[in-house]
């Protein structure tokens, strides 16, 4: 277990110091949570205290580390905004996200709540392809969703394969479940954060699975929605 906290930790400051921000505060998370077991199991007073030590080392850090992340939410200044209205076409994924999705992308936090449905879980694996595709650089990518209660089984298994399938590109993806959020947004490692008032969820139901738009989302009728890209230079810092 000692070893297990030792090899967690390590790379936490690792990625810390190498900007992946994301992974690092997962890894930290990770290595307090076995040094709390480690500390629990000791019985040498010493090596207990040497334990509980270290433990509040790294959640003053693990709590740094949120804050900043806390902030790139809430900066940044405007850098496009896009009014896409009903029935217009031409807004894939591709579009949208593209010409942000550069070689210097790390990490990407995608904060989406609706991801139960599955056109939504669809979507969410459309952005993924673009983002592994398009960035050369990603090493992680964190969805913050609310966990359907209804169907979980569907949700989880959903993005379990998701999960090994993203893994096999050299790719960690994470879910974050929570019951409170409300925000619909992507942040990129290399400063830009897209805001759509409908999340990934803008797209209408093709007319046909036999017409354009069925398979490539540039000729999919979108729903009323708008996008706002932001650029915070902190952000780029990760």
């Known amino acids: ?33 076995a040094l709390l077991k480690e500390s ?12 509980q030590s270290k433990i509040l080392e790294y959640m003053a850090r693990a709590e740094q580390v949120k804050e900043q992340i806390t ?11 896009i ?21 210097e992308v790390k990490e990407i936090m995608i904060e989406e709540p609706y991801v139960r449905e599955h056109h939504q879980l669809c979507n969410v694996v459309m952005f993924c392809e673009l983002a592994v595709s398009s ?16 169907n979980n089984d569907e949700q989880a298994r959903a993005l379990q394969i998701l ?33 759509i008032g409908r999340g990934l969820n803008y797209f209408k139901p093709p007319s046909s699975k036999y ?4 398979f490539n989302y540039q000729y999919r009728e979108c729903r009323e929605t708008n996008i706002d890209v932001f650029y915070c230079p902190e952000n780029n810092k990760m």
């Open 163 to 195: 999960k090994d399938s993203v893994k096999k590109q050299g790719v960690e993806f994470f879910v974050e479940y929570s019951e409170h959020m409300h925000d619909r947004q992507v942040i990129l490692s290399n400063g830009y954060i897209v805001k």
């Open 1 to 33: 277990m000692a070893q297990m906290a030792i090899t967690l930790l390590t790379r936490a400051i690792e990625y810390d110091i190498n900007g992946r921000k994301l992974e690092s505060l997962k890894l930290y998370e990770d290595g307090i949570e």
């Open 135 to 150: 960035c050369k650089a990603l090493k992680f990518v964190k969805l913050m969703t609310v966990r359907e209660k209804k």
């Open 211 to 214: 017409s354009l738009g069925a």
């Open 83 to 103: 009014h896409v209205v009903e029935g217009a076409t031409g807004y894939s994924y591709g579009r949208v996200f593209g010409k942000y999705m550069t070689d």
């Open 40 to 51: 629990k199991a000791e019985v040498d007073p010493k090596r207990k205290q040497h334990f």
């Open 71 to 81: 902030r790139w939410r809430s900066r940044g200044e405007i850098r496009d905004k």
